[in-house]
């Protein structure tokens, strides 16, 4: 099972419940809503879908989220920069 | 060689120069103030003579060794890791201006004491209102149209940022208006990003939207990480402590009703 992991530890600020991800090589900024950022926050280490959907599940226990759903989620931080495969 | 001594912000800047035409731009432009500081906290030295006039905006930043270059067709800075002593070689007094801007918003960012905003700046009731967004959106309209209002800026606004308290001093930097020259230092109480409209209204920014609006209004050159990551808490700091809004601008001083 693929598993991923931030590029890079890039510098996150945190504001009303929202992150914004500054990545520090390309400069580019990527704005996260409160979810994203929970997950962001878990990729320092690596991740599969399955642990990612089910910490999400546990920590917000009213909002369903789907594996495919959190695997769009990954591919956009993929493009994004953030997060690469874990080799 | 002469050495004159202006204030920019709370900084104290020792300027030599052998131009005189540099010379009599510094004296008309900034702060000057008599006699000699034994402490400056800037030291630059100014050449006339280099490049080409202003052929665009692109600066290109480079690192040798000690020294960090900034060069424009229209200027050259030759700088240190701190931006403590610089020589800055200028084409003409744009040149010169536009140069200054860049070195002190360096200056600022890499000492952690605030930020230089592309904004205009008017006074009040005692508080200060910044008004930024895109080019042509009217911040120097809204300038102008703040009359008999004070302005702290017109171009680019000097902010001094500390946790839970934002100050705007007047800005030599200007680009019609004239500096008073004022030493006031006045709390900012609003950033305005405007967009130009039919009708006046205003929304409160989300501060994650705030910031990331910001970023591309900030005088800076990105050339490390570490630096960039300074301009992120500063504006982190500036968008947690004052309010940003989301104007939509008639062209006429009736917007003041919104803000005060």
């Given at each position: 099972m693929a598993r991923y992991v931030q590029k890079s530890s890039y510098e996150s600020t945190h504001l009303d419940n929202e992150w914004i991800i500054l990545n520090t090589d390309d400069y580019t900024v990527t704005k996260l809503n409160d979810i994203g950022g929970f997950c962001w926050s878990l990729l320092e280490a690596e991740q599969t879908l399955e642990s990612l959907t089910q910490a999400v599940g546990r920590e917000y226990l009213e909002t369903k989220v789907s594996e495919r759903e959190i695997e769009e989620f990954l591919s956009q931080l993929m493009e994004c920069g953030l997060v690469k495969y874990a080799v | 060689m002469d050495l004159l001594y202006a204030k920019v912000g709370a900084h104290e800047v020792e300027i030599s120069t052998e131009s005189k035409d540099f010379k009599n731009f510094i004296q008309r432009n900034f702060s000057i103030f008599k006699g000699k500081t034994s402490d400056p906290d800037i030291k630059i030295t100014i050449k006339k003579g280099f490049?080409?006039?202003?052929?665009?905006y692109h600066v290109e930043v480079s690192k040798h060794e000690e020294k960090i270059l900034f060069r424009r067709a229209d200027y050259l800075i030759e700088t240190v890791f701190d931006y403590r002593y610089s020589v800055i070689y200028a084409h003409n007094e744009f040149a010169l201006k536009h140069a200054i801007t860049n070195l002190y918003s360096s200056f600022i960012v890499y000492h952690n004491w605030g930020l230089l905003i592309h904004s205009s700046c008017a006074i009040e009731n005692g508080k200060a209102h910044i008004f930024s967004g895109q080019?042509?959106?009217?911040k120097s309209t809204a300038a102008k149209l703040s009359a008999p209002r004070e302005l702290l800026s017109d171009e680019a606004t000097i902010l001094m940022i500390d946790d839970g308290k934002v100050t705007v001093f007047d800005s030599p930097?200007?680009?019609?208006l004239q500096a008073t020259g004022t030493n006031k230092t006045v709390p900012l109480a609003s950033i305005q990003l405007l967009h130009q409209s039919l009708h006046n209204n205003r929304m409160n920014l989300k501060k994650s939207d705030a910031l990331i609006q910001l970023l591309d209004k900030v005088f800076y050159w990105a050339h490390s990480p570490k630096e960039t990551k300074q301009v992120i808490k500063l504006l982190n700091k500036l968008v947690e402590t004052v309010p940003v809004y989301d104007p939509h601008f008639q062209?006429?001083?009736?917007?003041w009703e919104l803000i005060s």
């Open positions: - | 490049g080409e006039p202003f052929v665009n080019s042509g959106a009217g930097f200007r680009s019609e062209k006429n001083n009736r917007f």
